[in-house]
Antibody, heavy 123, light 113 residues
Framework: QVQLPQWGAGLLKPSETLSLTCAVY????????WSWIRQPPGKGLEWIGE???????NYNPSLKSRLTISVDTSKNQFSLRLNSVTAADTAMYYC?????????????????WGQGTMVTVSS | DIVMTQSPDSLAVSLGERATINCKSS????????????LGWYQQKPGQPPKLLIY???TRESGVPDRFSGSGSGTDFTLTISSLQAEDVAVYYC?????????FGPGTKVDIK
């Protein structure tokens, strides 16, 4: 069974850098894309970005200028860095596996999720 | 960017009754070359991450009870719970993966009447 434990700092001050890592245990790392998704308290879901085994990334334009998603294939891990955080970045951050259709290469669903990391930005 | 909307914001349904949630995308999510709708549905219970229920608009994820069904095409979609159970109390989200940035609807909260 695939598991995605995730970790990182949960309390940040404005202007600091958010850094989270997600590990992939129990399944293929190379056959999927890997995403970060966040959810402000009491609100809906926002897709942050994704990366694959080869390091190909797609970012949400709303965050692109502050965002880096990277992959460490030697450890089957992927990471999120978000610079210059503000209170608006306070949210539960999830990592998730993204299914990829073999023929079309289309992504078609986040089927395995991490447990989430609550990140609070406060002075 | 594709904007997803859902209706209603919330609904309360008696146990055993039908619950229907609507989702609309600001542009088509039907990919003409393979005739697939790039639309999924998720269930989120309090304190838990979302769970994938439906993909390709109507394909049920493995292990999901058959009381959950998805329908629709193009820009208009529906998630139906045919006979609501107590464990179905949750917030339900639709999501498009037609293009990036992938986007979710605002969610529909389902409660027991």
């Amino acid at each position: 069974q695939v598991q995605l434990p995730q970790w990182g700092a949960g309390l940040l001050k404005p202007s600091e850098t958010l850094s989270l890592t997600c590990a992939v245990y129990g399944g293929s790392f190379s056959d999927y894309y890997w995403s970060w998704i966040r959810q402000p308290p009491g609100k809906g879901l926002e897709w942050i970005g994704e990366i694959n085994y080869s390091g190909n990334t797609n970012y949400n334009p709303s965050l692109k200028s502050r965002l880096t998603i990277s992959v460490d294939t030697s450890k089957n891990q992927f990471s999120l860095r978000l610079n210059s955080v503000t209170a608006a970045d306070t949210a539960m951050y999830y990592c998730a596996r993204v299914r990829v259709a073999l023929i079309e290469g289309a992504r078609y669903g986040f089927d395995v999720w991490g447990q989430g990391t609550m990140v609070t930005v406060s002075s | 960017d594709i904007v997803m909307t859902q209706s209603p914001d919330s609904l309360a349904v008696s146990l055993g009754e039908r619950a229907t949630i609507n989702c609309k995308s600001s542009q088509t999510v039907l990919y003409s070359s393979n005739n697939k709708n790039y639309l999924g549905w998720y269930q989120q219970k309090p304190g838990q991450p979302p769970k994938l229920l439906i993909y390709w608009a109507s394909t049920r994820e493995s292990g999901v009870p058959d009381r959950f069904s998805g329908s629709g095409s193009g820009t208009d979609f529906t998630l139906t719970i045919s006979s609501l159970q107590a464990e179905d109390v949750a917030v339900y989200y639709c999501q498009q993966y037609y293009n990036t940035p992938f986007s979710f609807g605002p969610g529909t909260k389902v409660d027991i009447k």
